[in-house]
C-alpha cells in the first residue's frame, strides 16, 4: 500500500483550506463525521439491521458533506459568521421617551 499525501494549501497570514473546505468548516465536517459515528454505535446497539445503519449513516453522511460544500463555496472563509452576526443586529430601534434625547 503506498501512502497518500494531502497537501494543505497555506499562505501567510491565509487560513487552512483542504480539498476546498476553508477554515471552521473544515471543523464542522469532522464533528459532523464523529456525530455519524456514534449515531451509528447507537443504532447498531438497539439492534436496527446494520445495512439499514450503514444505509441511513451513509446517506447522512453523504447530505453533510454535500450541505458543508455548498456553505463554504457560498459563504467563504469568515461570511457564514458575518450572516449569522448579522441577523443579531436589530432592524430598528424604538425609544418610548425623549429622555434619552435630552441627556446627550
Known amino acids: 500500500m503506498s501512502n497518500s499525501v494531502y497537501s494543505i494549501n497555506k499562505?501567510?497570514?491565509q487560513s487552512i483550506e483542504f480539498k476546498g473546505l476553508k477554515a471552521q468548516y473544515i471543523w464542522y465536517l469532522g464533528?459532523?463525521?464523529v456525530g455519524l459515528m456514534i449515531l451509528f454505535a447507537?443504532?447498531?446497539i438497539i439492534g436496527i439491521p446494520s445495512?439499514?445503519?450503514i444505509g441511513f449513516v451513509g446517506t447522512a453522511g453523504g447530505f453533510l458533506v454535500f450541505k458543508i460544500y455548498r456553505m463554504s463555496n457560498t459563504y467563504g472563509e469568515y461570511g457564514m459568521m458575518k450572516a449569522l452576526a448579522k441577523k443579531q443586529i436589530p432592524k430598528w430601534i424604538k425609544?418610548?421617551?425623549r429622555e434619552v434625547f435630552m441627556k446627550l
Open 31 to 33: 464533528g459532523g463525521v
Open 42 to 44: 447507537v443504532l447498531y
Open 95 to 97: 425609544v418610548y421617551s
Open 51 to 53: 445495512l439499514i445503519c
Open 11 to 13: 499562505g501567510i497570514n
